[in-house]
């Protein structure tokens, strides 16, 4: 479904991610693992044409689309779930909600459709709908920027360290979600610094050290991966 070949990305002359490749297929959830400042943000971006990759393929669903802007990427069928959750905290749950709808908006279904989904999908925010969001724990928050990028109907959802600042039980809660999206069958690109939550939702992973995929495989290898278990999984 996404075949990233050979992207590179600089900021001004510094080099954040060399000559990456890798391939997600339909219906998998892939993790993207790495330390801090490893070029995982600038990858997820880098698809989604928010930072320039002056070098390197995206291919998705058969077209490529690393010379499109943005909004083309997401009306082929990416979103993106940022890192930090960036909903609008001074408006309600529901118009966040329809923001995220917008790009999509005359090519699919009608909103309403969607914020049912939505709504179906995460009880909590329906229950909240006329909430600010400034207002909602964490948790709900990242539930909210969840459901804002699947308002847009997404082939693929990326997902930005979704488990940051959260508490452990909000993280648990979280990851069920995850969980449902993958049984129901969206493919899922996700980065995480929790590698073994991450890596035991995942069907297969790559790790990616200072711009480089330094190793690749099935959840199951990575897990009992050596290297992996003493960098991070501290075992
Ligand atoms: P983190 O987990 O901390 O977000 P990351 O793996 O997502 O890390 P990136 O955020 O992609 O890594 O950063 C990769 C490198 O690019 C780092 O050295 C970072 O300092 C640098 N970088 C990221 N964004 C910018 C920017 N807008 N301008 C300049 N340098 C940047």
Not at 8 to 21: E, G, H, I, N, R
Not at 138 to 153: D, F, K, N, T, V
Not at 160 to 165: F, I, R, Y
């Amino acid at each position: 479904m996404l075949e990233v070949k050979r992207l590179s990305v600089s900021y001004d002359v510094l080099p954040a991610v060399f000559d990456v490749s890798f391939e997600v297929r339909k219906g998998e959830v892939i993790a993207l693992i790495g330390p801090n400042g490893a070029g995982k943000t600038s990858t997820l971006k880098a698809i989604l044409g928010l930072v320039e990759a002056p070098s390197g393929q995206v291919g998705f669903l058969g077209k490529r689309l690393e010379r499109e802007p943005p909004w083309v990427r997401v009306r082929a069928g990416l979103a993106l779930v940022p890192e930090g959750r960036r909903i609008f905290p001074e408006m309600t749950v529901e118009e966040n909600l329809e923001l995220g709808a917008y790009a999509t908006a005359t090519r699919r279904g009608k909103p309403g459709a969607r914020l049912d989904r939505a709504y179906t999908l995460f009880t909590r925010l329906a229950e909240r709908r006329r909430q600010l969001a400034g207002t909602l724990s964490g948790g709900e928050q990242q539930m909210l920027a969840i459901g804002r990028a699947l308002m847009s109907e997404p082939e693929l959802l990326m997902l930005d360290e979704p488990s940051l600042g959260l508490a452990p039980r909000a993280i648990e809660v979280l990851y069920e979600h995850l969980e449902a999206l993958h049984r129901e069958g969206l493919t899922i690109l996700l980065v995480e610094q929790f590698v073994y939550g991450a890596l035991e939702l995942a069907d297969r992973g790559y790790v990616l050290e200072r711009g480089r995929i330094v190793r690749e495989g099935t959840r199951e290898s990575l897990l009992h991966d050596d290297y992996i278990q003493k960098t991070y999984l501290a075992l």
